[in-house]
């Protein structure tokens, strides 16, 4: 069977810092390209990062030198290290791995930024 847990969200103010946390199991994980997705109160799910096997990193033009997408395939996990935050980012956080024909996601973790 396998899983996505997210952790790691929570209340920051703005300007402050969370880092995110994914574990997979019942994957090979060193095979899927990995990616963080938000989906803010009344808005569609978007792409916030992603990684591949190969570490090649993409990420949203919002958080583009703010977030950073690492990866220990040793530890099945990835993190999403979230820098400068603004009210903006408030939203669900949900993980996904993705190879050719299977995909898979976390139940998600909150991430709100208020003062």
């Known amino acids: 069977q396998v899983q996505l847990v997210e952790s790691g969200g929570g209340l920051a103010q703005p300007g402050g810092s969370l880092e995110l946390s994914c574990v997979s199991s019942?994957?090979?994980?060193?095979?899927?390209?990995m990616s963080w997705y938000r989906q803010a109160p009344g808005k569609e799910r978007e792409l916030v990062a992603l990684?591949?096997?190969?570490?090649?990193?993409n990420y949203a033009d919002s958080v583009k030198g703010r977030f950073t997408i690492s990866r220990n395939d040793a530890k099945n996990t990835v993190y999403l290290q979230m820098n400068s935050l603004k009210p903006e980012d408030t939203a669900i956080y949900y993980c996904?791995?993705?190879?050719?024909?299977?995909?898979?996601w976390g139940q998600g973790t909150r991430v709100t930024v208020s003062s």
């Open positions: 996904k791995s993705a190879n050719i024909g299977a995909e898979y």
């Open positions: 990684i591949t096997r190969g570490l090649t990193t």
């Open positions: 019942g994957i090979i994980f060193r095979f899927y390209t």
